[in-house]
């Protein structure tokens, strides 16, 4: 039995494209096909050792990705004259239909974003007389930062195996893991707890199988989930930090 999870965060695979073309800082309208090719099919490579669900609709647009890139590889027929005199039309860019797709995401994601802003805002507005609440002690904000996303971890957790095989080939193990998704958890905040409440994302995959290292993937997003530990990025393709966050800290004591 393989231990399957699908992600929420995963809006589909036009979102991965919008982020590697914000990420490589690459003009919409003119894509590089190769280099946006290749970040695709890395993140995809991470996402297949993950085992995550609805793949399917991933690699349908890796397909179309590959089409491109190959017609964009054959040469352009610009104004060949034909016997009546007549020219030909400039061929469509191959990359226009995606393009269009892409736009098409962009502004609707940008209105649902819009939207889940105004009904945050809403969230705040009460009808209600105003309470005492001190008992329940200060609030505590939690300053993450915005552009971290699965996305930037898939591509760390791909880069840190990529890593590991130059030092020694990944193994895969047909045992049973020793710890669960919950237990590893504990395991993770214990860690950060003894190293003063923060280390570097590496660190926590140092030792175990193939399996093993997944485990703590999954077990650290689920973690980031329940807001028991922050995940920064200072610069752009900077180490990602791991933090305990106020309930982790909360836990291990």
């Known amino acids: 039995m393989t231990y399957q999870v699908k992600l929420e965060a995963f809006e589909g695979p036009l979102d991965l494209l919008l982020h590697l073309i914000n990420r490589l800082e ?20 991470a996402m297949r050792v993950l085992e995550l669900d609805e793949l399917s609709e991933y690699l ?17 027929h610009e104004g060949e004259a034909l ?5 030909y039309e400039m061929e469509e860019d191959p990359r226009d239909e995606l393009v269009a797709r892409l736009m098409e995401y962009k502004k609707y994601k940008e209105a649902a974003e819009n939207l889940k802003e105004s009904a945050e805002d ?30 930037d971890l898939i591509a760390a957790f791909q880069k840190m195996l990529e890593r ?57 997003l ?7 530990v922050i995940v920064q990025q200072e610069d752009n393709f900077s180490k990602l930090t791991v933090t305990l966050g106020m309930r982790g800290n909360l836990d291990v004591e």
């Open 26 to 45: 690459i003009d919409i309208y003119d894509i590089p096909m190769a280099e946006l090719t290749y970040q695709y099919m890395e993140h995809l490579h």
């Open 60 to 76: 349908l647009l890796a397909a179309t990705l590959l089409e491109i890139k190959s017609k964009m590889l054959l040469p352009v």
């Open 83 to 87: 016997e009546d005199g007549m020219d």
């Open 122 to 151: 809403r969230s705040f507005h009460f009808t209600k007389l105003p309470e005492d609440l001190s008992a329940f002690g200060e609030p505590h904000n939690i300053d993450q930062d915005e552009k971290m996303n699965v996305f």
């Open 164 to 220: 590991k095989k130059l030092r020694a080939p990944l193994t895969a193990s047909v045992l049973r893991s020793e710890l669960s998704v919950s237990e590893k958890m504990e395991n993770i905040l214990t860690r950060l707890e003894q190293r003063g409440g923060t280390c570097d994302f590496e660190s926590l995959f140092e030792t175990g199988d193939l399996s093993d290292l997944v485990i703590t993937f999954l077990s650290l």
């Open 222 to 228: 689920e973690l980031m989930k329940r807001l028991d």
